[in-house]
């Protein structure tokens, strides 16, 4: 009876680790993905978030101050984007395609590049003061990531004297569930915990080891949420919303409609009601304009289109953008 027992809680255990979703490159760090970033100082220790994670789970960061995590708050209104390079008013990094901006002061501009023959997104490098260039590329995820996944890379990092040495770069998908801030609640966001041990001093010589905690949006990419360890027992948090301070669920990105997706010969765009439009694209993840279309009615002609992950970026006349990410 007990052996029977043992198998039934195996079987259940199992089967809720299979219905995870995986966490590829198209949940992370897309073109084009922009928003509005906030900042908190939480005084709570790092270590004692780690624990708090799991399957199906739900993070309530929901209360303020005191017994809840934040020690201060600012609600989400400057500028988050993820651009192509080209577009950064930094200088770009060789072979980089994402620039990952946020306009505060302890954010810097990181540059990515992402490979499909090795399904992993690459850290070139940093802007703050000056340039900082990984010498090879740092992986910084690979994909896809299964529930419970744990991974690590070392690269031998060759930056010129006195920088160099060697990057370890660990993550590991341990949760998936709910995420419940004070401006609205996220469903469906992975959670992917990360360290980087520096040995080669490319962080400007100050941290030798970088600590993360963050929390994906399932449907489009962008980090709703990090924790970054600052010390052993103080961290700072940013976190991002579509519209500043409105609930992410109703945010008007999530009204844009688009179907079928899969797309096919022709693609039904639909929008909240009285909404006029100025400008309607089909951006490749280069963030070039692969297909413009008509408003009335709203599609887009897809016949010529080749296989591959695209985005419907939708321009009112308000200057709001809406985005959908659709595949072929």
């Not at 993550?171 to 520096?198: C, E, H, K």
Request: glycine share 6%.
């Amino acid at each position: 009876m007990k052996q029977f027992i043992s198998l039934v809680l195996f079987l259940s255990v199992s089967v809720v680790l299979v219905a995870q979703p995986q966490f590829t490159a198209s949940n992370c760090f897309q073109l084009n993905d922009a928003s509005s970033i906030g900042f908190a100082v939480v005084s709570a220790p790092f270590s004692d978030q780690q624990s708090l994670t799991g399957s199906d789970y739900t993070w309530d960061f929901s209360s303020t101050g005191t017994p809840g995590p934040w020690t201060n708050w600012a609600a989400p209104t400057a500028e988050y984007v993820f651009q192509a390079s080209s577009s950064s008013i930094h200088t770009p990094f060789l072979a980089t395609q994402i620039n990952e901006y946020g306009q505060l002061p302890f954010a810097r501009d990181h540059f990515y590049s992402y490979s499909s023959a090795s399904d992993t997104l690459y850290l070139n490098g940093f802007y703050s003061s000056s340039n900082h260039q990984y010498m090879p590329a740092i992986p910084y995820l690979s994909f896809p990531l299964s529930y419970s996944d744990s991974i690590h890379t070392h690269t031998i990092q060759n930056q010129g004297a006195p920088m160099t040495g060697s990057v370890t770069r660990y993550w590991i998908y341990d949760g998936f569930g709910t995420l419940v801030l004070p401006y609205g609640t996220a469903n469906d966001v992975y959670r992917i915990r990360s360290m980087q041990v520096d040995s080669s001093y490319v962080l400007n010589s100050i941290l030798s080891t970088n600590e993360e905690i963050i929390w994906f949006r399932q449907s489009d990419g962008i980090p709703v949420l990090r924790f970054v360890k600052q010390g052993e027992t103080v961290m700072y948090a940013y976190y991002a919303s579509a519209s500043g301070a409105t609930a992410i669920s109703e945010t008007k990105s999530n009204k844009l409609s688009v179907f079928p997706n899969p797309i096919q010969e022709r693609i039904h765009v639909t929008l909240p009601n009285n909404e006029q439009i100025a400008r309607i694209e089909l951006l490749d993840m280069q963030g070039r304009t692969a297909l413009q279309g008509a408003d009335s009615p709203i599609y887009l002609d897809g016949s010529s289109l080749r296989s591959g992950a695209y985005m419907i970026q939708v321009t009112l006349e308000d200057g709001t953008r809406l985005q959908k990410r659709v595949v072929k």
